[in-house]
């Protein structure tokens, strides 16, 4: 629960394994959400996917 998947498309789909109908999700924003499973998605880009920042306490 609350994952999000991180794409570095623009537009993504999301069928939730057949569950619902095929549906595109534009990331333009940054950001999106599946209207029918819900599941969110994060618009990222190879550079910033290589470089994940830790914060040490
Ligand atoms: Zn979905």
Known sequence: MGNIIKSTE???????????????INLKPGFGQCQ???QRFEKTTAETAQTEQTTAA
Do not use: A, K
């Open 36 to 38: 029918y499973c819900g």
């Open 10 to 24: 623009e537009v993504v789909s999301c069928s939730d394994n057949g569950q619902h109908p095929l549906v595109y």
